[in-house]
């Protein structure tokens, strides 16, 4: 995404990449949610025209009302979170990049998002981080399972989920199986 430099590796990227990475990544906290749509759009690479042409959808999928003229200081990180990834979904991107973004979205949010990365998938590529394995099988096919920086598992998206939820299950000490909470 270009916010960090790899300490090893290669990565050659063709296409636009928008990046959902941490919360409020690229917002002025001082600045109103309008102000930091265009600063975030402009962060990701539109143009001042690209920007006005997309500002009525990316409000829309925002849907946070006259808050859009307040600063994202008064904000809620629900509100934040709508506001980044509205951003992000319309900057016309070929890679997107979510990390764990969705953790912090209300239900009905957190559904529009999922309808918008599944049409996304037919046209671009996603790379999608969550520790969320519904939303992981939901999304993705193929899985990489990282345990402390270190490739543990890879492979299709529920065989991996489920050794990922076993092995919580065993560090945990509860049988039968459930699904991983957040941040676990």
């Given at each position: 995404?270009?916010?960090?430099?790899?300490?090893?590796?290669?990565?050659?990227?063709?296409?636009?990449?928008?990046?959902?990475?941490?919360?409020?990544?690229?917002?002025?906290?001082?600045?109103s949610g309008r102000?930091?749509?265009?600063?975030?759009?402009?962060?990701?690479?539109?143009?001042?025209?690209?920007?006005e042409r997309y500002?009525?959808?990316?409000?829309?999928?925002?849907?946070?009302?006259?808050?859009?003229?307040?600063?994202?200081?008064?904000?809620?990180?629900?509100?934040?979170?709508?506001?980044?990834?509205?951003?992000?979904?319309?900057?016309?991107?070929?890679?997107?990049?979510?990390?764990?973004?969705?953790?912090?979205?209300?239900?009905?949010?957190?559904?529009?998002?999922?309808?918008?990365?599944?049409?996304?998938?037919?046209?671009?590529?996603?790379?999608?981080?969550?520790?969320?394995?519904?939303?992981?099988?939901?999304?993705?096919?193929?899985?990489?399972?990282?345990?402390?920086?270190?490739?543990?598992?890879?492979?299709?998206?529920?065989?991996?989920?489920?050794?990922?939820?076993?092995?919580?299950?065993?560090?945990?000490?509860?049988?039968?199986?459930?699904?991983?909470?957040?941040?676990?």
């Amino acid at each position: 995404c270009g916010t960090l430099m790899p300490t090893t590796g290669t990565l050659a990227v063709q296409g636009r990449v928008a990046a959902l990475l941490e919360l409020g990544t690229g917002f002025n906290p001082e600045f109103s949610g309008r102000e930091n749509v265009y600063l975030n759009a402009a962060i990701l690479g539109l143009d001042d025209a690209e920007i006005e042409r997309y500002l009525p959808e990316i409000l829309e999928f925002a849907d946070i009302g006259d808050f859009i003229d307040q600063p994202v200081k008064t904000y809620s990180s629900g509100m934040a979170v709508r506001l980044a990834f509205a951003v992000a979904a319309h900057v016309r991107a070929d890679i997107l990049v979510i990390d764990e973004a969705l953790a912090v979205g209300d239900v009905f949010f957190v559904q529009k998002c999922m309808r918008f990365l599944r049409q996304f998938q037919e046209h671009g590529t996603l790379f999608f981080v969550s520790h969320d394995t519904g939303a992981v099988v939901n999304l993705c096919h193929h899985v990489l399972w990282l345990d402390q920086g270190q490739l543990r598992e890879a492979g299709p998206a529920r065989q991996v989920c489920e050794h990922y939820l076993a092995m919580l299950r065993e560090t945990s000490g509860v049988a039968g199986s459930g699904s991983a909470h957040p941040g676990a």
